[in-house]
């Protein structure tokens, strides 16, 4: 069983940077990132294969948001820039015990307990 621990999480204005990390008892196949807004239902963020060779983001992401793993520490990392509002939300650290990428919150094994991340206008 793999334990999954968010950090880093916080407030921030609107066109700030945050990076959340999320440190995992062992090892682990592709990770991802979820994220649930009040009222809305989680939604794939990114996501990073086992060795860190590939990458995928949801559109809205793309360009700022970049996803990373340093496996030597078991440890995924999610950085934030140009952050919205509409970037509010809990955000869930996923892992599988599959190597390829998924966005499908049904391929991942382990999930961790989220962390609030919160954008003022």
Do not use: H
Not at 9 to 28: E, N, P
Not at 61 to 81: E, P
Request: hydrophobic share 30%.
């Amino acid at each position: 069983q793999v334990q999954l621990v968010e950090s880093g999480g916080g407030l921030v204005q609107a066109g700030g940077s945050l990076t959340v990390s999320c440190a995992a008892s062992g090892r682990t196949g592709s990770m991802s990132w979820f994220r649930q807004a009040p009222g809305k239902e989680r939604e794939f963020v990114a996501t990073i294969s086992w060795n860190g060779g590939n990458t995928y983001y949801k559109n809205s992401m793309k360009g700022r948001f970049t996803i990373s793993r340093d496996n030597a520490k078991n440890t995924v990392f999610l950085q934030m820039n140009t952050l919205k509002p509409e970037d509010t939300a809990i955000y869930y650290c996923a892992a599988s015990k599959l190597q390829t990428i998924s966005g499908y919150p049904d391929d991942y094994d382990y999930w961790g307990q989220g962390i609030q991340v919160t954008v003022s206008s």
